[in-house]
């Protein structure tokens, strides 16, 4: 049986949780089983537990009012949806766990549940290669915030976030006590910061970016800061719900900062269309770093060619070391449940195409 399928039966009380968690088990097996046998050198579990994948944060914390979190819940916030389109996520009057939609707090948040511990500790004990953990980043936890109806809780964005740091170094501490050494910070708030449309929404709500930006990346660096030995890894991205997209805009106004103000060693940025611009912004990348060029699209089925991939990381080589550069695919195959217009076998072509590039580049 199909994980959506056991999902659904679960919610409707049809399926009983023991029956749940093994199907889940088994799924999550089997997808680790494929990236060790494709030859990725990291491996996750796919985020196959979460119906969003920021719900590494939302279903984790405790003090924001109670929501709804079902598979038909998010069917319906892509309903309509059309390939390579721009889509806003639509108002969903309350529903919808906290991050994936902007809500308010009713008391301080706190941890209660370490959802990338237990998706780590789930498949340590039979993964062969180095396990990465995704967990949603600061700035896309504040933009989702409910400050105007929160004030009662958090008198401003500065004390908020000061909770969302604690919070998220908890979780870190205990990832890195359980043996994690790869921690992946989802920011797809940061494309907000260059694309128009996104900078009008915060001005309407009575926010300033330029205030937004420096709180998120004092409040980033302060989660990655000491942990020895472990790599944090930063993705920034342009909207992959429904293979529709989000945001459009260069790195341009963004890249120096965020390279050189951020201590996360990798960086991986979508270039899978025109909307991010070219390479020139790599420029500013730190000798220590590595920039992950997201280069095989999450969209669509059309599988790029090897001569392709390699005329764009030669490119990008023009503005950074060759060694400092590292290629992925653009996003995830499935920001929710729903997922992308792709089949799985596509998944795996695509997977394949980015082990076969990266070995003939970088041996």
């Known amino acids: 049986m199909a994980w959506k399928e056991a999902r659904v039966r679960l919610e409707e009380g049809t399926m009983d949780p023991d029956s749940f968690a093994h199907i889940e088990d088994a799924i999550v097996r089997d997808a680790v089983r494929l990236q060790e046998s494709i030859g990725l050198d990291v491996v996750s579990d796919g985020e196959l537990s979460r119906l969003n994948f920021q719900d590494s944060f939302g279903l984790a914390v405790g003090g924001y009012e109670s929501a709804q979190e079902t598979v038909a819940l998010h069917e319906r916030r892509t309903e309509g949806a059309q390939p390579n389109q721009r889509w806003e996520i639509p108002d969903l009057h309350g529903a919808g766990t906290p991050v994936s939609h902007r809500r308010p ?153 965020l390279f050189n103000d951020l201590p996360h060693q990798r960086f991986l940025l979508e270039y899978d269309s025109p909307r991010a611009g070219g390479f020139e912004p790599l420029r500013f990348l730190p000798k220590d770093k590595i920039a992950v060029l997201g280069l095989v699209s999450t969209k669509v089925a059309a599988l790029e060619s090897v001569d392709a991939l390699k005329r764009r990381i030669d490119e990008a080589a023009k503005f950074v070391p060759l060694d400092q550069l590292a290629i992925s695919p653009q996003c995830g195959f499935a920001s929710d449940v729903v997922g992308n217009l792709i089949t799985e076998d596509d998944q795996k072509r695509k997977l394949e195409r980015v082990v076969e590039v990266a070995r003939q580049v970088w041996g």
């Open 105 to 257: 707090v009713r008391e301080r948040i706190h941890l209660v549940r370490n959802v990338p511990l237990e998706e780590y500790r789930r498949i340590k004990p039979f993964a062969t290669q180095p396990i990465k953990v995704a967990i949603i980043g600061p700035d896309r936890i504040g933009q989702r915030f409910d400050h105007q109806s929160s004030r009662a809780v958090y008198a401003g964005m500065d004390e908020f976030m000061a909770d969302v740091v604690a919070v998220q170094r908890q979780m870190v501490q205990a990832l890195v006590d359980a043996g994690c050494r790869y921690i992946h910070i989802d920011e797809p708030g940061y494309t907000a910061y260059v694309d128009p449309p996104s900078l009008e929404a915060m001005r309407a709500r009575g926010e300033h970016p330029p205030e937004n930006f420096a709180r998120s990346i004092k409040a980033n660096s302060a989660i990655a800061k000491g942990f020895s030995g472990v790599t944090f890894g930063i993705h920034l991205c342009r909207g992959n719900q429904r293979s529709m997209w989000h945001r459009e805009g260069t790195y341009d106004e963004i890249a120096e900062r």
